[in-house]
């Protein structure tokens, strides 16, 4: 079974502080993916990214894919309330099937 | 826009009882997704199906079953609901893409 570690689980920040999340796997994706899931709703796609070394710009939001295609960051710059959530990595290959990891609690406080 | 729904967002089931679990996609999708969320163990794939009757199973298919009758609908059935079975359950649905669109959810308590 392929596992895909977040950290940090959770993140208390104020608006306007930088932050960045990880998700690091033994295992090489095809792609890895990152949702947003807000309180009762589901998880939303972000952004998909394929290219080991990529980089993806998303407005204040940076996704990256290491060069071994097994881990991934996001970093989000000047934090704004709207950006709390549950974001969460998935990374995929073979038959759509897509391996998720734990999840990043993220609070901005205004 | 594809919409996934799901029958319900709260259910409150008995242990022992049979739970139906709906979801149904507008986007004539083949494959079709049950996942369940716990808090720190991201989703967890119950049941896939990539066709209508056909059926695979995820990494925690224990307790759980499935039903694909059409292909617009993909059914979890819980034929004996336990306490531990207290959780979101997600349903998605995926096209040519690897991009899964998902149900709001239902949070299913059993007591």
């Known amino acids: 079974t392929q596992l895909l570690e977040q950290s940090p689980q959770f993140l208390s920040i104020q608006e306007g502080e930088n932050l960045t999340v990880y998700c690091n796997s033994s295992?090489?994706?095809?792609?890895l993916q990152w949702y947003r899931q807000e309180p009762g709703e589901g998880p939303v796609l972000l952004v998909t990214v394929v290219t080991g070394g990529e980089v993806k710009k998303l407005k204040r939001l940076t996704f990256q894919f290491g060069d071994a295609r097994k881990d991934s960051s996001l970093h989000i710059t000047a934090a704004q309330p709207g950006d709390t959530g549950l974001y969460l990595c998935?990374?995929?290959?073979?038959?759509?099937?897509?391996?998720f990891g734990g999840g990043t609690r993220l609070m901005v406080k205004p | 826009d594809v919409k996934v729904t799901q029958s319900s967002r709260y259910l409150v089931k008995r242990t022992g009882e049979k739970v139906f679990l709906e979801c149904v996609q507008d986007?004539?999708?083949?494959?079709m997704f049950w996942y369940r969320q716990d808090p720190g163990l991201g989703l967890r794939l119950i049941y896939f199906?990539?066709?209508?009757?056909?059926?695979e199973k995820g990494d925690i298919p224990e307790g759980y079953s499935v039903s694909r009758e059409k292909k617009e609908r993909f059914s979890l059935i819980l034929e004996s609901a336990s306490t531990n079975q207290t959780s979101m359950y997600l349903c998605a649905t995926t096209g040519i893409t690897y991009e899964q669109y998902f149900g709001p959810g239902t949070r299913l308590t059993v007591t």
């Open positions: 986007m004539d999708h083949e494959n």
């Open positions: 998935a990374g995929a290959n073979a038959g759509n099937m897509l391996t």
């Open positions: 199906s990539y066709d209508v009757k056909m059926k």
């Open positions: 295992s090489v994706f095809s792609s």
